[in-house]
């Protein structure tokens, strides 16, 4: 991306995928999709119960991360959206590896929502950080 974006931009995070709206938060805006690299290519033995619930092994998250901060970078201002609480926090995770991996990009976050994501459809979720963004611009 050679442009630099201008105003907000939206990272929604969860464990495998990342959504990204880079062009607005208006309703009907799509996101782009960022995926965490594939699990099935290595081989070690977790029982599919222990996959679903989230106790494997972790993909390569620094990759994922990565990718999701390479894409934002030209942001000057970034908002996440996340659920999870202890080790199931994408967002805290990825939040955490921004500051430590990526600080200029760190520094432009300025919010994150917590919502049940996987409920939600994308307009509702856009909805949900434009509310965020008008509180936020009241509050300055």
Known sequence: MSETVQGLVAVEIARDEARVWLTGVESGTKPERIMAPSEMSRHHHVREAQHHGGHDTDHDSSTFYDSIAYAVAPASQIVLIGHGTGKADSMLKFTQFLERKHPDV???????????????????????????????????
Do not use: P
């Open 106 to 140: 760190a520094a432009k976050v300025v919010g994150a929502i917590d919502a049940d994501i996987e409920a939600l459809t994308d307009n509702q979720i856009l909805s949900l950080i434009r509310d965020w963004f008008d509180g936020y611009h009241e509050y300055l």
